[in-house]
């Protein structure tokens, strides 16, 4: 009896170590597994964080937030300038929306925003918050230009925000400013701002642009084209105190395609082929800017700077060879 009663015992010890051998291994097993998951979900992070350092990844965070308004000037009860045959608002409005349709045609990484797609009336100041709130990359203004009393005067501009060098150039302003008139209480939305006197326009010697230079230089990456690619006479880049461009926080340019007074200018604007390719060489050289901009993203390395360029240009062979200067800006009417 005894002997069965320690036999039984024996046995239960035996049972109980054979119980906590296995226990313990099964807790190896349980660590070792934790131990994997836990340095496959490191490896996993330090992946992510990989990609996200990479010029790749950079690349592709930073190609999506890629954003550009277009804005196609006046329209509706605002006809801009008028021609023998047409009105500005209506070139404007087609060379725009061709420049749109390229860029979403062919970089599938950039939003584009229109102020207006339509022949409607969008104030001055709506145009350039519409930018602000998307919080644009790049802001695109296209006019048509006009001379009340030269009928002779053609070719294309290009314009950025800033002071004017002379009073031609303050004319040019001022005629794109004097859209406000159409807006009823344009005195109260632009602070007192009369587009038509000069001395409103000290305004724009107390401002600072701190993206004067990116929009120089797209500015005179456009005219390039327009001369280059376009074959139009280039009257180069300029300054002036336009609103829309004051108020648009972010590198800004607006173009002048051409003028609706000259009547052979007129026509090549209203013709699919003009208008079709002017928006091609504003769209070359937006992705030449965007390009560029990558560049700068991905490399250390010094690219092009804006101030190496000269902004200055020289007409083509239509108008002779001379250098174009500030005083040869035409005073609008
Ligand atoms: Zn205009």
């Given amino acids: 009896m005894s002997e069965n009663i320690s036999q039984k015992t024996a046995i239960s010890r035996k049972l109980r170590y054979k119980t906590q051998v296995f226990n313990k291994k099964l807790l190896t097993l349980h660590q070792i597994s934790s131990m994997k998951q836990f340095k496959n979900y490191i490896v996993f992070i330090a992946i992510c964080i990989g990609f996200l350092i990479t010029p790749l990844g950079i690349d592709t965070i930073k190609a999506k937030d890629f954003t550009v308004v277009i804005d196609p ?4 009860h605002d006809p801009g300038a008028s021609g023998r045959i047409s009105k500005e608002k209506s070139i404007n409005l087609k060379v725009a929306l061709k420049l749109g349709k390229q860029i979403q045609q062919k970089c599938p990484d950039v939003k584009v925003i229109y ?3 339509k022949d409607v009336f969008i104030p001055l100041d709506r145009r350039a918050e519409i930018a602000n709130n998307a919080k644009a990359d790049l802001f695109i203004s296209i006019h048509t230009n006009a001379l009340a009393n030269n009928r002779t005067f053609k070719g294309a501009s290009t314009w950025t925000l800033g002071l004017a060098k002379s009073d031609a150039n303050l004319e040019v ?3 794109e400013n004097a859209v406000i008139l159409y807006e009823n209480d344009y005195k109260t939305r632009y602070a007192g701002f009369n587009p038509n006197s000069s001395e409103s326009y000290i305004i724009f010697e107390l401002m600072q642009d701190k993206y004067m230079s990116q929009s120089v ?3 005179s990456l456009v005219q390039k084209q327009f001369k280059q ?5 280039d009257r180069g880049v300029h300054q002036a105190g336009f609103l829309v461009l004051k108020a648009s926080a972010m590198p800004s340019i607006l173009v002048e395609l051409g003028f609706i007074s000259n009547p052979e200018e007129e026509k090549y604007l209203n013709s699919e082929a003009g208008s079709t390719t002017l928006a091609n060489g504003i769209y070359r050289a937006f992705l030449t800017y965007k390009k560029e901009q ?3 993203l991905n490399s250390s390395s010094k690219t092009i700077q804006p101030s190496d360029l000269k902004i200055e240009s020289t007409e083509t062979a239509d108008s002779g060879s001379a250098t174009m200067t500030e005083e040869k800006i035409p005073i609008a009417p």
């Fill in 217 to 219: 230089h797209l500015a």
């Fill in 173 to 175: 302003a001022k005629r």
């Fill in 115 to 117: 102020t207006r797609s």
């Fill in 294 to 296: 990558e560049i700068r």
């Fill in 229 to 233: 690619s376009c074959q139009r006479i």
């Fill in 73 to 76: 000037g006046h329209g509706g």
